[in-house]
């Protein structure tokens, strides 16, 4: 094996070694000198056929693949589902990534509040069901066409919005109890900036139905459960939905955008929820929709993080296209200078063109002193660096890549004091003071 292939990020998340998963079909794709931090893709399933090409080339170079099913936005009647129900539910959940070319499958991730353990008991259910389901179709086996291809794995997925993140650590044990590879888990942005564009929401969740005994469909929120989507709607086709035309990257807030106290609570719990299962399982844990504050989850231990080049978090409830299609929408910029991203719009071109006259940038995609123009440089360079980002924050151990990136978020909050540009989210902050304490009670306990 060559030191070069000995470097590479590994394909599927991995506890010695921490890792960048790369969302959506946006922007170039990684290149080869990028393998060291870049090991897996990960796109949302119902675009699994716009970027079929994408997904055979990232196979093909060894990339490991995810299929997001975001099960959350299909969520489940308020009925509890039979057994068979459940059973056949996993099923499909399964053939729908395996055969879309998904090397990481997951479990089905609705949303469930805090009050419901009801529906908490039915997410389980569906997990061990879809454990089963895999060890009884042995799915860690290569497809035939692709024998050579190493294991796939099964993670057991949660989708989480802040609001549901303290219920969670009492059910860390339930979790470990599952026989999976590891855990994915989403961070759903349902704060102000999910909302940006008014409405709250364009795509409506599938109609979740009325409890029994006529409650209003809205107390499903607090009692979301989760319908069988029909057959084959994850590829929009077969139940005669159009498929999305194009695909859009995820709709989140701009990083910067609404990055309050809430925020940080919540990167400091899932950073909480993510090391202690790391802890419990030695399994890993990889964390999406963490928006610029990814970086900060990889330097404090956490196994994985899919984040991708337009920054955006991912928003709940889903947020409508501003009108003029994916080409229409204007990308923030990200600077290392200011450990995150300069939001879209002329107030800040002065502070663009000062980041990037003062720290050149040495992406390629663009001229090193003059910050990049238009969607192919801004997407090329944003993605250059999230690489090198996830390269910097996972150099040595956990603690020390804690201090250099401290010491870099302090300088950061000078210049976009400088700059007149938002505040630094203090979720960097957030996530490496839970870090810290939990390896503190850690020592403590082995004194
Ligand atoms: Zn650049």
New binding site residues.
């Given amino acids: 094996m060559s030191e070069d292939r000995q470097n590479r990020a590994p394909r599927h998340p991995w506890l010695d070694r921490r890792s960048l998963v790369l969302w959506g079909g946006d922007g170039p794709e990684p290149a080869d000198e990028e393998r060291d931090a870049i090991g897996m893709i990960a796109l949302p399933l119902r675009h699994a056929d716009a970027h079929a090409a994408l997904i055979a080339r990232a196979r093909a170079k060894g990339l490991g693949v995810t299929l997001v099913t975001e099960s959350w936005q299909e969520q489940l009647p308020v009925e509890p589902l039979s057994a068979a129900a459940v059973a056949d539910h996993a099923e499909r959940h399964l053939d729908a990534q395996l055969a879309a070319g998904a090397t990481l499958a997951t479990t089905p991730a609705h949303l469930v509040a805090p009050d419901d353990p009801a529906g908490r008991e039915q997410e389980l259910a569906l997990a061990h069901a879809t454990v089963a389901a895999w060890q009884e179709r042995q799915g860690w086996r290569p497809p035939p066409q692709h024998p050579d291809a190493g294991p796939r794995e099964l993670h057991a997925a949660l989708a989480l919005r802040p609001s549901d993140l303290p219920a969670l650590p009492a059910l860390t044990e339930r979790f470990a109890e599952l026989s999976v590879d590891g855990y994915w888990l989403t961070l759903l942005d349902t704060g102000p900036a999910a909302h940006r564009s008014g409405a709250p929401g364009g795509r409506p969740l599938a109609p979740v139905a009325a409890p029994p005994g006529g409650g209003q469909p809205g107390d499903s929120l607090s009692r979301l459960r989760a319908a069988a989507p029909p057959r084959g709607s994850w590829q929009g086709a077969p139940d005669g939905r159009p498929p999305d035309p194009a695909p859009s990257p995820p709709r989140g807030g701009w990083p910067g955008a609404a990055d309050g106290d809430g925020w940080a609570a919540a990167l400091a719990e899932i950073t909480e929820l993510a090391l202690e299962l790391q802890a419990q399982t030695g399994r890993p844990v990889a964390v999406a929709g963490a928006g610029a504050a990814h970086a900060a989850l990889l330097a404090s231990g956490v196994a994985a993080v899919c984040a991708g080049p337009s920054g955006a978090r991912v928003a709940f409830p889903p947020q409508p296209l501003d009108g003029d299609g994916v080409t229409g929408i204007a990308l923030p910029l990200f600077h290392p200078g200011i450990l995150g991203f300069v939001p879209p719009g002329a107030a800040h071109d002065d502070a663009r063109t000062a980041l990037f006259a003062t720290e050149p940038?040495?992406?390629?995609?663009?001229r090193?002193f003059e910050p990049?123009r238009g969607r192919r440089e801004t997407l090329g360079?944003n993605r250059?660096?999230l690489a090198a980002e996830a390269r910097d924050a996972t150099r040595l151990v956990p603690a020390l890549d804690e201090i250099r990136l401290a010491s870099r978020a302090a300088r950061a909050v000078r210049a976009r004091r400088r700059l007149d540009l938002p505040p630094l989210s203090p979720a960097w902050t957030a996530v490496a003071e839970t870090a810290r304490a939990r390896r503190a009670r850690t020592a403590a306990a082995l004194a």
């Fill in positions: 940038c040495r992406c390629g995609f663009h090193s990049p360079h250059w660096w």
